[in-house]
């Protein structure tokens, strides 16, 4: 049984309120720190940030059983691992021994008696990850929002609010695919997978594995030199070496087959072999299709179609991703469409699957206009040449003042008029701000995921928007004055 939150009873335990925080250091942490702690303190947002949370991380579950994390510890730390760009041991280090984290934890700082409140590392993966990619994404329209109220002038009914769009790559933790290094990946996971079930359950005709995996792996390295070395007849040599290791993998192949089968009788009445049946049998089907591959590519030497192509067996869903500009390197993973605004808040993300920049204006204008349906007046939103077409244009200046979207290619006397435009030239200046937003994420965490699966991948960049917008917040908050906690050691005068 979750709670929203519940403060430690204990000796010396500090309220969230009172914790002081360091207004001189241009760390990442004190910043996010500050955003949080005027979530909560603030009791609109309070509530919002916490209907959001019980709403989608408690949904329908009984208010029995244990107490877990609650769901401001939950968010708290969440939110800190994106935002320093660390990973799991860190957020465990800084949740255990960082005196202003945990205070904004809600837990004690300094125990009397005791040692306090500890938090294992397995319990931390656990609890973040109960944090879904709508439920980060709501509660980051609530972030921005509460920092657009403080940007707010005074009387002012409405906002006006002037965005700039672009994507970038997100890379996914992969390492570089060749169909030679992607088939040695299946012959590989398929041995690792028998060695598994074999602690558990019987299995005939294993008991020179490890031979297997000897031979498999000296024909996969001598293909693999041939390939990167060249030289001379390469061809014919790679195509020799190729053919030995095809052969190998083919009767490693029909050994997985027999033994997928045999699990099958077994995996009827055994949740754990069912388990070891599912990982064998999607491994035993990226190895038939590799096989097939390197065939076709080294010995048939045909070119392989895109659509048949797989990048990496452990995140089949990662696309190749590489810009129209010279020199570019290539990066696997998924685009990232981000807008932000003059305040320097994301106020919109998306990953995009499938996708290229042109199919995003339409449905980005639609998210916009509902999101920002009051209190808001759209004054402008610019794209650079790759988002453009008619359609869209035409399409956005319904609901835009200003609609920046430079066209390809040779333009009419009327184009070039309006690109030539004060206000069209100013607008197209102030788009490169949207490129430092993204840098600035990108050096917070968010430029390659270490988590596994596609919703894993689309929750890891959810969240590091969310820590972005709360330390932007906290920024705002800090320079405002906003927070009494927030102090500046040294800056007392000597008693004279």
């Known amino acids: 049984m979750r709670k929203r939150f519940e403060q430690q009873n204990e000796l010396d335990a500090q309220l969230i309120p009172d914790v002081k925080i360091d207004g001189k250091s241009r760390h990442e942490l004190p910043q996010l720190l500050a955003g949080l702690q005027y979530i909560f303190i603030t ?61 904004i934890l809600g837990v004690h700082t300094k125990q009397v008696f005791g040692e306090g409140k500890y938090y294992p590392l397995q319990t931390l993966k656990d609890n973040i990850a109960l944090l879904d990619e709508e439920a980060l994404k709501e509660i980051s329209e609530v972030v921005v929002k509460a920092g657009h109220e403080l940007k707010k002038n005074e009387g002012e009914e409405s906002l006006e609010l002037n965005l700039k769009a672009d994507t970038y790559a997100v890379e996914s933790n992969i390492h570089f695919p060749t169909d030679i290094n992607l088939l040695w990946d299946c012959v590989r996971k398929c041995l690792d997978t028998i060695e598994l079930t074999l602690e558990e359950f019987s299995l005939p005709g294993w008991r020179k594995r490890n031979y297997w995996r000897k031979v498999a792996k000296r024909a996969y390295r001598r293909t693999a030199n041939i390939h990167q070395k060249k030289g001379k007849n390469y061809k014919d040599r790679l195509k020799k070496a190729a053919e030995k290791y095809l052969r190998r993998s083919r009767e490693l192949s029909q050994r997985v087959d027999q033994s997928r089968k045999g699990l099958l009788l077994l995996a009827v009445s055994n949740i754990r072999a069912a388990a070891l049946l599912e990982a064998l049998s999607y491994y035993h089907e990226m190895l038939e299709k590799h096989i097939d591959l390197v065939e076709r590519r080294i010995i048939k030497g045909e070119t392989i179609p895109h659509k048949d192509k797989v990048f990496s067996i452990f995140e089949p869903h990662v696309e190749w991703i590489q810009k129209g500009k010279p020199g570019q390197k290539v990066e696997l993973g998924h685009n990232a469409l981000i807008t932000t605004d003059q305040f320097q808040f994301i106020v919109d993300h998306e990953v995009l699957v499938g996708e290229g920049d042109q199919a995003q204006p339409i449905p980005l204008a639609g998210r916009l206009k509902t999101r920002f349906a009051e209190g808001y007046f759209l004054n402008s939103i610019s794209f650079d040449r790759g988002f453009f077409s008619v359609l869209a244009k035409k399409a956005l200046q319904q609901d835009f003042e200003h609609v920046i979207m430079p066209r390809k290619g040779k333009k009419t006397p009327q184009q070039e008029a309006e690109e030539n435009s004060k206000t069209f030239v ?71």
């Not at 509530?47 to 709403?55: D, N, P, T």
């Not at 993204?438 to 960049?461: C, T």
């Not at 709360?470 to 405002?480: P, S």
């Open 426 to 496: 100013a607008l197209r200046k102030k788009h490169s701000a949207v490129e430092s937003n993204i840098n600035e994420l990108e050096h917070s965490g968010a430029n390659r995921v270490p988590d596994k699966g596609l919703d894993r991948f689309k929750k890891y960049v959810a969240l590091g928007v969310l820590a972005y917008n709360l330390k932007r917040l906290g920024k705002i908050v800090m320079e405002q004055g906003m927070l009494t906690t927030v102090v500046r050691p040294g800056n007392s005068k000597r008693a004279a």
């Open 43 to 103: 009791p609109k947002l309070n509530e919002a940030v916490f209907e959001v949370l019980e709403r989608r991380v408690l949904g329908d579950k009984k208010a029995t059983g244990r107490l877990g994390l609650s769901l401001w510890e939950i968010l708290v730390l969440g939110t800190m691992r994106l935002n320093l760009d660390t990973d799991y041991d860190t957020v465990y280090d800084l949740a255990n021994h960082h005196e202003v984290v945990r205070g």
